[in-house]
Every structure is written in C-alpha cells, then in structure tokens.
C-alpha cells in the first residue's frame, strides 16, 4: 500500500521519522522509475538510533549561517499543495489534490477564534491522529502555521494517556474524530481528567449519545462539531458552548442561510439507485423537504481548483453531477446524506451506501444504531445490512458493546426489553435489527476512528463457541462475541438464536 502511494504521486523524495525509514526505503526502492531518496529525521523524540538501509540518509540540519536565501517559488492557488489519500474502502487508497487555494482558506483564523482572540489565540493545538487525515492536516498543522500557533502532535492514541499528554503540551484545544471520545469515556477515572487546560475540542463525528457525557467528565467547556470532508466542497458548523440545542448536530442553517447561501443544497435521494433524485419531466434535481434525509451536493465554481484525484479521471467524475438545477451547472456529490430539521439544526443520517432497503423500506444504519445507544449499559455498537439467502432485501444485523459496569441480570433486562424499548422510542418494526451480537470488548474502528462495518457485515450469526478466528468462507466469529439473538417478530422480543432457529432462517423459512 506504501508503494502504492509513493507510486502514485511520483515521489522523488520521501521524509520518514527513524522507526519507519526502513520501510519507506524499501518502498522507494522497488519504484519502477527510479529509487527514490529516503531521508530519516529525528528532531529529538525518539531516544535510540533506528539503524537505515544503504539507500536511506540522516536528515541533514545545517547551520542557518552558512544557508543562503531561498528561492521564492512561483506558485499559484491553483497548484496542488499537498495529497492527502482517501482511506481506500473500495480499492487502493486515491490521492485527492489540495490545492493552495484550500490550504489558504484553512490557515486563516475562524470566526469563532476571532470573536475573541484573546481568549483563543494563539492556540496550542493537541492532535494524536494521523497526519493523513484531513482533520488533523487542516485543522491543526495549516491553521497553526497560519495563526501562529502551537501544533501538539501525538506519536500514537492512548486513551489512557490521552489527557496525561493534553495537559503536559499545554495544549488549550483537541480534536477528535468519530469514536475517540468514546475510547476516552472507557477509561477509568484519572488524575489528568480536569487537570488539563483545554478549552475547546473540534472535530467530527462526537456521536449525540456521549456528546454531554464527554464535555461534563472531562470539563471541555466548549465543543465545536464541523461537516467537512477531505475534497468535499461542502460544510456546516456547530460551536456548542452549553447545554443548550445542537447537541448531535452538525450545523445550523435557518431560513435566511438557506435562502442566501445557494451554493450547498440537501437533494432528494433515489436509494434504489443510490444517486440524487432526478425529476422525470425536467430531469433536474430536486431539494429535499423540511426534515427529508437527501444527499448534500456543493456547486463547483472553478475547475482551476476543483480538488481532483491524481491520476484517476474515472474517480473524479463519480463525484460530478452536471444539469443539477439548470444547464451546464457542475455539482459535487458528498456521499453523504444529511436532513434539514424543521427547528433549522442540520444533522447528520448516514453514508450513501450504509443505508440498505429491508421489506422494501430503506433503513439508516446510522440512525438505528443511535437509537440502541441511548439505551443503559450501552457502551458502543455498530449497524449494517447483511444480505440473508431466501430473504428480500438486507437485514440489519447489530453488534453491541456493553459497559464493563453491566450488572447481574443485565443482559437479560437489556434483551428482554430491547424491541419494546427501541419500538417505545420511535423506530419502526422494519428498522429493528434482525439479529443482535453482544461483545464484551469495545468494537473495531479505522485508523481514522471510524467505525468498520465489515466485521459485522462478515459474522457468522451460526451458533458457535465465541473465538477470533476467520473461517475459509470469509466469515468470521468476531473476537469477544459472547450472545447472539434474533428478532422474533411475531413476539417481538429478542431471542437466543440457537441451532434449531438457525436452520429455519438458513431455509429462508423463518418469519424476519
């Protein structure tokens, strides 16, 4: 995957801390054009010297005496400024192009700081996910080379040494991403909770049902959730100061927004398709109701710096969408599907994709799984469709992380109750999960913690004994799955899936 990368865009010249330079030298070495050079650099945090292949060199620090001026370099906004690689979910990772134009934008103070700069400037900004993402390569290192700020960079994440790490750096702000703060939530209490002296966590993601919990525990005063991806054109923001509305949102866009800000519409969504809905007499898209989920779309103003994918035309234009509201107008696609809620609060609904259509309905993964999560002794849990033979459509299938706090007779209390409760809170019979696994460790997320949805998608709901092994169809056991259970929908209530009403649902004859 390294070659892949290297490969992609052509490196001539690849910058590695010690631990790593040996791979990267291997990759740039076993490029079809040419090896290119690798070069260690060690700025003090690492205490032993890592030993470097002949084909990798020590970072060469100079005395600033003996170097002459730099050349400034002629550059538009036009040019590409970085790469950063798209996670890769559906095939090899692609190179998105940042042009300068963005990285300017994002160098600039926001608003928020600006209200008070004071009180938020300059900032020391604390970070321990990778560079790679766009959360971190925006929102730490370009706005803290633009506002002068501090740039507090984490080797690795350590939920328990997270906060140990926040208050050693001084660092007055966080960022987060998807289930991070969950991870934090886990840990027992420690002396560092409250000792640290941030005041602001910025990310996206902070799911709705740990959103209090996390800025009570920890004393963050202020969280400032943000819609953004690494090449969308889209965006909203929520600066969340108290306890007030937006908890669980991504933004807010009353009446006057959405009349002047023309430039990033909620379209209806075809889930058969899964593309923007098209009227079928002017062949246009079509905005979403008030409280309608529909795809975000952004209009592309300038091709010069649209931010394409390097090398890969094909993947570029998935994500254009010509003769949206008129002729010859160019959209980008998000991905992702979004609803504007009668109170003005925009709030996130799924990916395009996680959404899966059971007994004709179309069910939100996202959505089901915030629903279960609200429940007690919920720790975490994650939603998919999975394809069942002999059955239309994709059953929801749902693995749940309890607390390590659960008490004698809580699991039982949580199954017995769980279509009732989830039924007495408003989700609808189709959306409730035909089948339910009970893991006693927190589930798998991405490097970028996100949630992955394979592990669950591939489980053998089988009755077997718990293992982490991967069986030779693809499936797998899943690590620390202690109870499975299925949707008795006739009673509805959770039952224990054992062998006799496994083999009725592999015959396609049980009623889900």
């Known amino acids: 995957m390294l070659l892949h990368c290297v490969g992609l865009a052509s490196s001539k010249l690849i910058i590695s801390t010690p631990d790593l330079a040996p791979f990267a030298a291997h990759a740039g070495g ?7 050079t690798t ?15 002949s084909n990798a060199l020590e970072f060469p620090f100079l005395d600033p005496a003996t170097v002459g001026p730099a050349m400034r370099p002629q550059r538009s906004i036009s040019d590409v400024g970085a790469l950063i690689y798209t996670s890769g979910t559906t095939g090899k990772p692609k190179a998105c192009t940042i042009k300068n134009s963005r990285i300017c934008t994002v160098c600039l103070p926001s608003s928020a700081d600006q209200s008070n700069p004071s009180k938020y400037l300059p900032a020391r900004t604390y970070s321990c996910m990778p560079l790679f993402h766009g959360t971190t390569f925006f929102t730490a290192m370009c706005s803290s080379v633009g506002t002068s700020g501090c740039f507090c960079l984490g080797r690795k994440f350590s939920a328990r ?7 050693e750096s001084r660092s007055t702000r966080i960022l987060y991403v998807g289930e991070l703060c969950r991870f934090l939530l886990a840990t027992p209490p420690g002396e560092y909770d409250r000792k640290h002296g941030c005041i602001v966590a910025m990310g996206n993601g902070l799911p709705q049902d740990i959103w209090m919990a996390f800025k009570n525990r920890f004393g963050v005063p202020e969280v400032r959730e943000f819609y953004r991806s690494t090449e969308g054109l889209a965006k909203w923001d929520n600066r969340h100061l108290g306890r007030g509305p937006g908890v669980g949102k991504v933004g807010f866009a009353g009446p006057l927004r959405r009349m002047l800000e023309a430039d990033q519409v909620i379209v209806r969504f075809d889930y058969d398709s899964e593309k923007p809905f098209r009227d079928p007499v002017t062949g246009f898209c079509i905005p979403a109701r008030v409280n309608e989920p529909g795809e975000v779309i952004a209009r592309i103003k300038s091709s010069a710096t649209y931010p394409e994918y390097l090398g890969n035309p094909a993947a570029t234009n998935e994500k254009i ?6 002729r010859g107008d160019q959209w980008q696609r998000s991905g992702d599907l979004l609803v504007q809620e ?12 996680d959404t899966f259509r059971w007994k004709g309905e179309n069910v939100s993964a996202s959505e089901v799984a915030a629903y279960i999560s609200a429940l007690p002794h919920v720790q975490d849990v994650i939603v998919a469709g999975k394809q069942l033979s002999g059955y239309d459509g994709q059953a929801g299938v749902a693995a749940i992380a309890l607390e390590p706090s659960t008490p004698p007779g809580g699991v039982e209390s949580l199954m017995r109750d769980l279509c009732a409760n989830l039924r007495r809170r408003g989700l609808p019979l189709y959306a409730l999960p035909r089948f339910v696994a009970l893991t006693n460790t927190l589930l798998e997320v991405s490097a970028t913690f996100k949630h992955t949805k394979q592990g669950v998608k591939a489980l053998d709901w089988a009755p077997t004994e718990p293992g982490p092994t991967e069986k030779a169809d693809g499936t797998s056991t899943m690590p620390g799955v202690a109870r499975k259970y299925f949707l008795d929908v006739d009673a509805q209530e959770y039952r224990p899936l054992d062998s006799a009403n496994w083999a009725r649902i592999k015959s396609g004859t049980a009623k889900l």
């Open 30 to 36: 076993r490029l079809a054009e040419g090896s290119a």
């Open 39 to 53: 070069v260690s650099l060690n700025i003090g945090s690492f205490s032993k010297a890592t030993p470097l292949p």
């Open 161 to 167: 040494n997270f906060w140990k790490d926040v208050t």
């Open 321 to 326: 969408l010509t003769d949206v509201f008129v």
């Open 342 to 353: 009668r109170s003005g609060w925009v709030r996130f609904v799924d990916r395009v994709g």
